[in-house]
Every structure is written in structure tokens, then in C-alpha cells.
């Protein structure tokens, strides 16, 4: 099958397609035809080497992926040759997303939407399970709490604006001012253009901040919480500031998660969450992907094309 992967370390040119051997699914395992596979941060930030995830030898990058299942392992019994299905398969751990098949433990994955189209399905795993995770697993988040997504317009972002929506909440998002229509037109009910507002001269009281870019803006984000307020900053643990009594600060890594992909698909299916795609490549430019990810300024998703 081909695959992209990474010969070494180091930039996006190290990003290569290679006739590689299909995988063969084991016990409670599925093989999955990938129609589209999504890209995420961390993808790239483990091909340069420098991800909290360490692995031994080069990985093979990628775990967001639509696709239709080709054959079942002994003891699935969720998935049947045909089923279509989308998910982040064994993040953490090496799954080989960039590639024509993957083999992902059956309960890694879920149906796909079925009122999305596979590449719309790839935009959303890992980034709507973090946010998910994040707002309601975490933070349990309330309906009329006030919620301040940082990075709203991103990949994250501009899921987790849509689910706390969902929920019910109040949702203030920041990006920059080319961006605000579109948050508004995903519910969010305030915007604040970064670059020319710090947001914590314009929000206050709130609730949940959820923050796709850590460093001072996490530090900054504990001057706006309520008693009671909690912050989730996601790039990294070393990111979480230390913080005063009646608040909490975390880092959460997001993980493979059946029941939350579940939740995911219904607000997709119902028209609550729609994954926003901005660049869709073929399998064979997963560097020029990868280089546009890497400039920061996506607006939602970018997305590999498999077949
Ligand atoms: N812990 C976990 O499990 C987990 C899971 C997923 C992601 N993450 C991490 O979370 C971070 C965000 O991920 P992502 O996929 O959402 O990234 P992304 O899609 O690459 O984020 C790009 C967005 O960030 C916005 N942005 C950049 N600087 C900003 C600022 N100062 N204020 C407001 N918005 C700003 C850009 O908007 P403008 O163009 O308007 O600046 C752009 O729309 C990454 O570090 C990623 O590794 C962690």
C-alpha cells in the first residue's frame, strides 16, 4: 500500500511516500480503507522530533482518519467489511494515519457521520475529541456558564466554539478580526481581535477558558476566571501555570475515545457540528501540509485526500 513516512527527524521534506506492507488487523482489530486523513499539530511537531511522545524509532505520523472498513480481526463485533468509519486510532501510540490502510483497535473508532463526507469526517477526531474531552469530560461544562476559547478560529477552536454552544454556554472566542464572521456564524456569542485587544481588558467572570496556545496567554487566561473557573491549556503540561485557590489549571492529552467519537457524529448529524475545511491535498503533498499547518494561521482544518 502507500503511506507516507517519515525518513528522519527533522522538516517537512522529510515527509516521503513509500510502497509499504498492508497491516493485518489482529484480535478485536479493524482494517480500515482511509479515504481522508486529517492533520493535526501534533503531527507535525513529531516529525521534527520534538513531541512530548517518544518513541524509540522514526514514527510513521498521523492518526485522524475516515475510511470504510475492509476486514475485522477475531472478537469485533461493532464493525462489519463495509461500515464506514472515522476516528483517531491508538493516539498516543503510532497508527500510521498517513497511509492507504490502518489498523485500529475497533473501539477507536466510530460510524461516520453519515451527513458528512469522508474528508469532513477526517477534520474531526482528534481535534473535536479534544475539545470534547476538554469542555464536558473535564471541565463539565454547564449550560449558561461562560466559556473563552482561545485559537477559536483553529483546528480546536472552532470545534470546541460549536460544542460548548451545544451545551448551552455563553462563548467568547479570540482570533484575529479577518476571522469573526465566521466564529459568529459557528455561535460564538462575543469575539475579541487579539491583536488589537488583550483579552483579559475585555472578558471577565468566566467560567471554562480553554486555551490552544499556552505561554503567557495561559497566565493571562487566570485574570478572567470566576471562583470556581477552570483552565485547560492544551500544547503542553509545561504550559499549566500555578494556580491561586478556587481554580483549577490542567493540561489534558486527549485520547481514543468510542463513546465521545459517538456524541461527536449525532451533534454532526443533527447540523450542531460542522467541521470547517480549509485545504484539502492529496496523500503525496502531506509536506506542503504539513509546511502550511506549521505557519499557525489555519482557519479550521487541513486534510489529506487518500484515495
Ligand atoms: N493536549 C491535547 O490533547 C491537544 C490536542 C489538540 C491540540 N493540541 C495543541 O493545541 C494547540 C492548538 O491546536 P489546533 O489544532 O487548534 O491548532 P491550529 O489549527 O494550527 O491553530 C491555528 C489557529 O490559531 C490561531 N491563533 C494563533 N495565534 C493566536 C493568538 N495569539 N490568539 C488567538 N488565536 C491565535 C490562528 O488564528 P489567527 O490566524 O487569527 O491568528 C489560527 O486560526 C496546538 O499547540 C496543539 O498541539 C493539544
Known amino acids: 500500500m502507500r503511506a507516507v513516512v517519515v525518513e528522519q527527524w527533522g522538516g517537512p521534506e522529510n515527509l516521503v511516500e513509500r510502497e509499504v506492507e498492508r497491516p493485518e488487523p489482529g484480535l478485536n482489530e479493524v482494517l480500515v480503507r482511509v479515504h481522508a486523513a486529517g492533520v493535526n499539530p501534533v503531527d507535525w511537531k513529531t516529525r521534527a522530533g520534538g513531541a512530548l511522545i517518544e518513541w524509540g524509532d522514526v514514527p510513521a505520523v498521523g492518526w485522524d482518519v475516515s475510511g470504510t472498513v475492509e476486514a475485522v480481526g477475531p472478537g469485533v463485533g461493532l464493525f462489519r467489511p463495509g461500515d464506514e468509519v472515522f476516528g483517531m486510532p491508538l493516539f498516543p501510540r503510532q497508527a500510521g494515519g498517513y497511509a492507504e490502510y490502518v489498523v485500529a483497535p475497533a473501539r477507536?473508532?466510530?460510524?461516520?457521520?453519515?451527513?458528512?463526507?469522508?474528508?469532513?469526517?477526517?477534520?474531526?477526531?482528534?481535534?473535536?475529541?479534544?475539545?470534547?474531552?476538554?469542555?464536558?469530560?473535564?471541565?463539565?461544562?454547564?449550560?449558561?456558564?461562560?466559556?473563552?476559547?482561545?485559537?477559536?478560529?483553529?483546528?480546536?477552536?472552532?470545534?470546541?466554539?460549536?460544542?460548548?454552544?451545544?451545551?448551552?454556554?455563553?462563548?467568547?472566542?479570540?482570533?484575529?478580526?479577518?476571522?469573526?464572521?465566521?466564529?459568529?456564524?459557528?455561535?460564538?456569542?462575543?469575539?475579541?481581535?487579539?491583536?488589537?485587544?488583550?483579552?483579559?481588558?475585555?472578558?471577565?467572570?468566566?467560567?471554562?477558558?480553554?486555551?490552544?496556545?499556552?505561554?503567557?496567554?495561559?497566565?493571562?487566561?487566570?485574570?478572567?476566571?470566576?471562583?470556581?473557573?477552570?483552565?485547560?491549556?492544551?500544547?503542553?503540561?509545561?504550559?499549566?501555570?500555578?494556580?491561586?485557590?478556587?481554580?483549577?489549571?490542567l493540561w489534558v492529552l486527549v485520547e481514543p475515545d468510542h463513546l465521545g467519537l459517538r456524541e461527536i457524529a449525532a451533534l454532526a448529524d443533527r447540523g450542531a457540528l460542522r467541521p470547517v475545511v480549509e485545504t484539502v491535498l492529496p496523500l503525496s503533498q502531506a509536506a506542503r501540509a504539513h509546511e502550511l499547518g506549521e505557519q499557525g494561521r489555519t482557519t479550521g482544518k487541513i486534510v489529506l485526500s487518500v484515495v
Do not use: C, M, N
Open 108 to 249: 477507536h473508532l466510530a460510524p461516520k457521520p453519515a451527513r458528512l463526507t469522508h474528508v469532513e469526517a477526517a477534520a474531526l477526531p482528534l481535534a473535536a475529541l479534544t475539545a470534547w474531552q476538554a469542555l464536558v469530560d473535564t471541565a463539565d461544562l454547564r449550560p449558561g456558564e461562560r466559556v473563552l476559547v482561545h485559537a477559536a478560529a483553529g483546528g480546536v477552536g472552532h470545534l470546541a466554539v460549536q460544542i460548548a454552544k451545544a451545551r448551552g454556554a455563553y462563548v467568547i472566542g479570540t482570533a484575529s478580526a479577518g476571522k469573526h464572521d465566521l466564529l459568529r456564524e459557528l455561535g460564538a456569542d462575543e469575539v475579541i481581535d487579539y491583536r488589537s485587544v488583550r483579552f483579559e481588558d475585555a472578558v471577565a467572570d468566566v467560567d471554562v477558558v480553554l486555551d490552544g496556545l499556552g505561554g503567557e496567554t495561559a497566565e493571562r487566561s487566570l485574570r478572567v476566571l470566576r471562583p470556581g473557573g477552570r483552565l485547560i491549556t492544551l500544547p503542553g503540561p509545561d504550559d499549566v501555570p500555578a494556580a491561586p485557590a478556587g481554580v483549577r489549571a
